[in-house]
């Protein structure tokens, strides 16, 4: 019953004003406070919120994601679950612009239809004790809300072929166990807007940092396993790993996409390089016998957080150094860029272990978040040096 009520009032919204959507779905939290409780609840009040802001927003973004909650109990497998998700994406923003006389190119239909059936897959495959539904929710509107900013100018035909691509790449890499289900969705995501926000070159950058960073994550596995600081799972990525490695490349790709300006791409190269600079420094770090920590040069033991070592510090400008050498094969940076790129994202390195030692060591961040930040300040460092 309640998967067919948001069904409902999504339909509803295509002809109605959101005000009186909001108003509908306010009364029903109200029906609903009195006698039920639980997740159903938390998704409703959920609902009732994005509801109110489709008061303010392009209101078929909010009713499409409330829309596939209704095909939520529809999932089989990850495969299956994204052609489901697609599919109800289509049916809705067409059936918008057919009710509301709006015409929408079927390539960016497609598009986001996609990409917000790639986010609720992904909320599907993460074990979390969160309500899934209403993480869903939340994700897909987001999802919806960000690629009606950044629109890609690409064809149906690219929009497949990114897709192919990265999805086959990601599920060999589930195949070989170095990224688990919720790798393959995240990885599919990344790699899909990576390449029709710009091309195949850039795809191929980050798809180094993955390969790279998976083979360094092996070396010396057993050791690493004794000492206690292995990577779990065998070191295969999750979707944690692949977004806060991922998630600043992404943003400096797109803006490049959009603009056109080439400092985003140099910015994109910067923080690519600190993610498998970091990583190199990291799992070969690790298995270092001196390890310092970085905000006092105390000596520590292997794998704690804002730990390094020669080795380890050898490591990371190497990673730099591969990342750029890449994009300079590829034609996407010049070779004028090369101290800037390699300096800034050996910074960010650095920025990562100092975040490490410090607030990560106190748990207020966690390492994809410290990976994140760190990634993000190196491609912003690089751009406004190249600006200054």
């Known amino acids: ?77 990850p495969l299956l679950d994204i052609a489901v998700y697609t599919s109800a994406g289509i049916l809705y923003f067409s059936l918008f612009g057919l009710l509301n006389n709006v015409y929408t190119a079927p390539e960016y239909i497609i598009f986001v239809s996609l990409a917000g059936a790639l986010s609720a897959t992904l909320v599907e495959t993460v074990k979390t004790t969160a309500d899934k539904r209403m993480t869903m929710l939340i994700g897909v509107a987001t999802t919806f809300a960000i690629f009606k900013i950044y629109i890609p100018s690409a064809s149906l035909s690219s929009l497949a072929f990114a897709f192919a691509i990265s999805f086959i790449l990601s599920l060999l ?123 006092n040069f105390k000596k520590v033991r292997p794998g704690t957080s804002g730990g390094i070592s020669i080795i380890g510090e050898i490591s990371a400008l190497v990673g730099c150094i591969i990342v750029f050498l890449l994009s300079f094969v590829l034609g996407i940076v010049g070779s004028q860029y090369a101290i800037p790129i390699i300096l800034t994202s050996f910074i960010g390195i650095h920025i990562d272990s100092l975040l490490g030692a410090t607030l990560e060591e106190k748990s207020y961040l966690n390492n994809s978040a410290v990976n994140f930040l760190a990634t993000l300040f190196s491609g912003m460092l690089c751009y406004f040096f190249l600006i200054l």
């Open 173 to 295: 890499a589930l195949k070989a166990k170095i990224a688990d289900e919720s790798g393959l969705i995240s990885a599919t995501i990344v790699g899909t807007i990576t390449i029709l926000f710009t091309d195949i070159r850039f795809f191929t950058v980050l798809l180094l940092f993955y390969l790279v960073g998976s083979i360094t994550t092996k070396y010396k596995y057993s050791l690493k396993i004794d000492l206690g600081i292995a990577e779990p799972s065998g070191g295969a990525r999750g979707f944690s790993n692949v977004f806060g490695n991922s998630l600043a490349p992404l943003f400096f790709a797109m803006n490049f996409g959009v603009t056109n300006d080439p400092l985003f791409a140099i910015a994109f190269i910067a923080s690519v390089a600190t993610a498998l600079g970091d990583t190199m420094a990291s799992e070969i770090g690790k298995t270092a016998k001196n390890v310092y920590l970085i905000t």
């Open 1 to 77: 019953m309640f998967p067919a009520l948001m069904a409902i009032v999504a339909l509803l919204g295509i002809y109605l004003d959101p005000r009186l959507i909001f108003a509908i779905m306010f009364v029903f939290t109200l029906s609903y406070a009195t006698r039920f409780s639980g997740e159903h609840f938390k998704v409703l009040i959920t609902a009732t919120v994005l509801s109110a802001l489709a008061c303010f927003m392009q209101k078929e973004i909010i009713y499409a994601s409330i829309f596939l909650i209704f095909f939520y109990d529809f999932k089989k497998n």
